[in-house]
């Protein structure tokens, strides 16, 4: 496997066995800023593609170890909506999947934005980008799969950072160094066992195989914002599992977001499948806490008041009724 970066130069890049016989590579650069893997745009003489490698760590945390092969489970996520008559406008097309060097190039989508602006205080929807969102994720859970891949290596790895990390009283991150104050805010919740205990089962249900496709990482990093609409990408968390687990992770960056209760009014009245409220809420209290007190930290306007007051709503999402 080449190990590829963001200065792997051109002659690198050509060695591969990616590219047609009389094509020539013009240039490359970053391609966005990717968590989990290496993101380039390259420029030829025919045509600009996207090129994404996995490997052995987690592209922003270096010390954290990840399976080389999610890049498989993002191919076989776009691979399995590529005939579907909406899902595939949404999402990149594959061009060419190299397992050696665990690379995937696909279509360029341009200079699209992701929607981490939703988190700025004066943020206004447009109501195309909103119903786009709603129609993608409709479309998605009404999918009829029977051979995805269970992906199970990334779910233990990602609950690691969405039940356990966060959690733990003695975890080596300090939260002061996101904001005064928060790391003996966050005191509370890791000390409270009836709390952990409930948290505990509903990350027994998150690695269970479900019957439905999910996204896996629904939230607005994975939204792009295109001259041709908007677009999904990053799917390599994509598995088997309960639809109510995107549902939750999406609202849960409504509420990071401080969006309106009616948006996520909208956006179940348009929402065409049945689920469990109290399941989805508690998949989204557990969202809201990995991303104010874990290492996946979002940029955030809130204040320390606003973070306290969330971090004791999610709470309550996730302890049984």
């Known amino acids: 496997m080449i190990d590829l970066n963001e200065h792997s130069s051109l002659e690198m890049l050509h060695s591969l066995p990616l590219?047609?016989?009389?094509?020539?590579?013009?240039?490359?650069?970053?391609?966005?800023?990717?968590?989990?893997?290496?993101v380039l745009r390259v420029n030829t003489s025919i045509r600009s593609v996207i090129l994404k490698q996995s490997k052995p760590y987690?592209?922003?945390?270096?010390?954290?170890?990840?399976?080389?092969?999610?890049?498989?489970?993002?191919?076989?996520?776009?691979?399995?909506?590529?005939d579907d008559d909406i899902l595939s406008g949404y999402s990149p097309k594959v061009i060419h999947y190299n397992a050696e060097h665990h690379i995937l190039l696909i279509e360029d989508l341009g200079n699209g934005i992701d929607f981490n602006t939703i988190y700025a205080k004066d943020y206004k929807w447009d109501d195309n980008d909103f119903h786009s969102i709603s129609r993608y994720l409709n479309a998605l859970?009404?999918?009829?799969?029977?051979?995805?891949?269970?992906?199970?290596?990334?779910?233990?790895?990602?609950?690691e950072h969405l039940f356990r990390f966060p959690f733990l009283e003695e975890n080596g991150f300090d939260l002061d160094i996101v904001q005064p104050g928060l790391q003996k805010i966050s005191l509370k919740y890791k000390t409270d066992a009836e709390f952990k205990a409930a948290?505990?089962?509903?990350?027994?249900?998150?690695?269970?195989?479900?019957?439905?496709?999910?996204?896996?990482?629904?939230?607005p990093a994975s939204w792009l914002k295109t001259e041709n609409g908007v677009k999904i990408i990053?799917?390599?968390?994509a598995y088997m599992g309960d639809s109510e687990y995107d549902l939750g992770v999406l609202f849960a960056h409504f509420d990071l977001a401080r969006m309106d209760e009616s948006y996520q009014k909208t956006f179940l009245q348009l929402y065409q499948h049945s689920y469990a409220e109290d399941?989805?809420?508690?998949?989204?209290?557990?969202?809201i806490m990995r991303r104010l007190i874990g290492i996946a930290q979002l940029p955030l306007s809130l204040t320390l008041a606003e973070k306290k007051s969330l971090l004791e709503k999610a709470r309550n999402y996730i302890l049984p009724q």
């Not at 990053?234 to 968390?237: G, K, L, Q």
């Open 279 to 287: 399941l989805v809420n508690a998949y989204r209290g557990m969202e």
């Open 234 to 237: 990053d799917t390599e968390f």
């Open 141 to 159: 859970h009404a999918l009829e799969v029977s051979n995805f891949p269970d992906n199970m290596e990334m779910k233990k790895l990602n609950h």
């Open 58 to 82: 987690v592209r922003k945390f270096p010390q954290i170890l990840a399976p080389v092969n999610r890049i498989e489970i993002e191919l076989c996520y776009y691979q399995l909506i590529e």
């Open 19 to 38: 590219w047609g016989k009389d094509e020539k590579l013009l240039s490359v650069e970053p391609a966005g800023e990717s968590n989990m893997n290496l």
């Open 199 to 219: 948290l505990e089962l509903l990350g027994k249900r998150y690695l269970a195989i479900g019957t439905t496709l999910l996204h896996g990482d629904f939230y």
